[in-house]
């Protein structure tokens, strides 16, 4: 009879314990997949941050290279505007001096 009591004990005991340690288990699994599903969903919001700031490069790459073409036609345009402006004061200093010819034999006219 202590036998049997002793044994229905130990047996109770055992499966309380291992129930015990059945949820206890169970609730670190739940955990775990919970952290697991939160760095998945993390992962997936930085993947898609990334492509944003991807596109977002290669949008300003893209920017850069026209400004730098317009950068490079403006240089253009300004090297030419100052060819032109010392031709034209090359003429302004030719006329300039005829003026004054011109003037020397008004003088000596009068």
Same mark, same amino acid.
């Given at each position: 009879?202590l036998f049997e009591?002793?044994?229905?004990?130990v047996?109770?005991?055992a499966?309380i314990?291992?129930?015990?340690?059945?949820f206890?288990f169970?609730s &670190?699994?739940v955990? +775990?997949q919970?952290?697991?599903e939160?760095?998945?969903? %993390? /992962?997936?919001e930085a993947?898609i941050l990334i @492509?944003?700031?991807?596109?977002q490069l290669?949008?300003a790459?893209g920017?850069?290279d &026209?400004?730098s073409? +317009?950068?490079?036609n403006?240089?253009?345009e300004?090297? %030419? /505007?100052k060819q032109r402006?010392?031709?034209? @004061?090359?003429d302004?200093?030719?006329?300039?001096?005829?003026?004054?010819?011109?003037?020397?034999?008004?003088?000596a006219?009068i």
């Amino acid at each position: 009879m202590l036998f049997e009591w002793s044994l229905l004990t130990v047996v109770t005991l055992a499966a309380i314990f291992f129930l015990v340690k059945m949820f206890y288990f169970s609730s &670190i699994t739940v955990k +775990e997949q919970r952290t697991s599903e939160m760095m998945k969903l %993390t /992962l997936k919001e930085a993947e898609i941050l990334i @492509r944003k700031y991807q596109i977002q490069l290669q949008r300003a790459l893209g920017n850069v290279d &026209i400004l730098s073409e +317009e950068l490079n036609n403006l240089r253009n345009e300004v090297k %030419t /505007l100052k060819q032109r402006s010392s031709k034209c @004061r090359i003429d302004n200093d030719r006329l300039q001096n005829k003026i004054a010819e011109l003037e020397g034999r008004i003088d000596a006219l009068i």
